[in-house]
């Protein structure tokens, strides 16, 4: 059997499993699920490079370490609802939105609980990109772009941890907590909402709040919208069309978040301001640290003086003797 055939029915059988798992399942958005599905693609995918499987390992297992930390970490510091942040929230909103706030306006003027819209299953699924979509970015790269899969890996790595610390040092209430407890006009969780009603199953409770694995009050900044802004950036110099594409995604999944009720408009502008802090961080200022270190290290060093050839009187400039 030549090593096309093989890989041809390796990608097979692959994608049989993972449809299979997902129809008895659910969507593995879990993050161990996830990262499993993924590398077990790498793998098949790299059938005959199978010398850089313990490599990808490497390379994969310690931004997996982190995910699964972040994730305990997250709820560890959690704070009572009432003692999380919301007044710049809501100020900072009413002030964007004439006096209201935009999430409360949308959802009176664009959702009827009783009524599914079009738009809202397209918000649906563009929140549930977030579960993936960096993850699968990160595969191509590895795959087919290697050499800017480390400073891809280091981009998400910061953002993640510029958030995690926020939300240690501002607990913050998302809009349907902040309604829920009388801050403002209630609002709904649309997304929660779609899911129930189109019935599709997830291989993990993404709303669990009883293990501790979940901050209801871990909303500011939205790593929902830091991580579509940081691919925008990323990708910023590939061309116009991936300006385009990743600018509206950025843009649909602000929309969904807002008119969603999972996050304030202040949520999205942190996490913009986050990635780009980020962005700036890891791909420029820290590359160009680098080359000014390596010009530094070339230039090479004055020779020392020789004796007898200290300057134009030679060794006599230093002679106290008559000549």
């Not at 959702?111 to 599914?116: N, R, V």
């Not at 009603?197 to 909303?219: I, K, Q, R």
């Not at 110099?237 to 509206?248: A, C, K, N, P, T």
């Amino acid at each position: 059997m030549s090593w096309r055939t093989a890989s041809m029915l390796a990608q097979a059988g692959y994608l049989a499993a993972l449809i299979i798992a997902t129809v008895a399942t659910g969507l593995p958005l879990e993050h161990a699920q996830l990262f499993f599905w993924i590398l077990l693609g790498l793998v098949v995918v790299s059938l005959r490079a199978w010398r850089s499987w313990g490599r990808m390992l490497l390379e994969w297992l310690p931004l997996l370490a982190l995910l699964v930390v972040y994730d305990y970490l997250r709820g560890a510091v959690s704070v009572a609802d009432r003692q999380a942040h919301v007044a710049a929230q809501l100020d900072f909103d009413r002030w964007l939105g004439g006096g209201h706030v935009p999430t409360v306006w949308l959802q009176q003027h664009l959702y009827d609980p009783g009524h599914l819209r079009w738009y809202d299953v397209g918000i649906w699924c563009t929140y549930l990109t977030h579960f993936f979509t960096i993850w699968i970015v990160a595969a191509v790269l590895w795959k087919v772009a290697h050499q800017r899969f480390r400073a891809y890996v280091s981009l998400v790595v910061m953002v993640t941890l510029m958030a995690f610390v926020t939300y240690w040092l501002y607990p913050a209430q998302p809009p349907w907590l902040a309604g829920d407890l009388g801050e403002m006009a209630s609002v709904d969780k649309i997304v929660p909402a779609v899911w129930d009603h189109l019935g599709v199953l997830v291989a993990a409770d993404l709303f669990e709040t009883g293990d501790g694995l979940v901050n209801l009050v871990a909303a500011m900044p939205s790593l929902h919208a830091a991580y579509p802004a940081m691919l925008l950036l990323f990708f910023w110099s590939s061309g116009r069309w991936w300006r385009i594409g990743f600018g509206l995604y950025t843009l649909a999944m602000g929309f969904s978040l807002v008119y969603g009720g999972e996050h304030f408009v202040l949520d999205i502008v942190v996490g913009w301001l986050y990635a780009a802090i980020a962005f700036a961080i890891v791909m420029v200022a820290w590359p160009a640290w680098r080359r000014a270190s390596r010009a530094r290290r070339a230039v090479p060093a004055a020779p020392a003086p020789v004796p007898g050839q200290g300057g134009p009187a030679g060794d006599h400039a230093l002679d106290p003797t008559p000549v």
